[in-house]
């Protein structure tokens, strides 16, 4: 099993629950992705059919629900293909994603901490 860590501003979380100007939603979007292949391009495994569990760690402890945050995961995700960590992300070589709460706080002010469990 190969864990990546993410550290996710506030300001770069996209939400499903909240509606962005598309440009701003497009930048966002770019930025995650860059992040997600910048990290997968330091491994050299290379997965062929896989299961991604997603733990989240937010910086508070105010209600959230993981699952919501699947945008921000599509693109970590989107880059980590564009890495090579992966042929694909489709549904013949990703079987599952699950989305948890991590259990505890980032412990960074306006920090998410996206744990890929892979």
């Given at each position: ?36 292949k910048n990290v997968g391009n330091k491994y050299t495994e290379v997965f062929n059919h896989y299961t991604v569990d997603v733990f989240i ?62």
């Amino acid at each position: 099993m190969l864990k990546i860590k993410f550290k996710i501003d506030r300001e770069n979380i996209l939400n499903s629950n909240k509606q962005l100007h598309r440009f701003v939603k497009r930048d966002t979007a770019r930025r995650l992705r860059e992040i997600g292949k910048n990290v997968g391009n330091k491994y050299t495994e290379v997965f062929n059919h896989y299961t991604v569990d997603v733990f989240i760690y937010p910086p508070t402890r105010r209600r959230f629900d993981p699952p919501n945050l699947y945008p921000t995961v599509k693109h970590l995700i989107d880059g980590l293909t564009d890495s090579g960590l992966w042929e694909d992300d489709d549904w013949k070589h990703m079987k599952t994603m699950s989305f948890s709460y991590g259990g505890d706080i980032s412990g960074e002010k306006d920090v998410f901490i996206f744990e890929l469990h892979i």
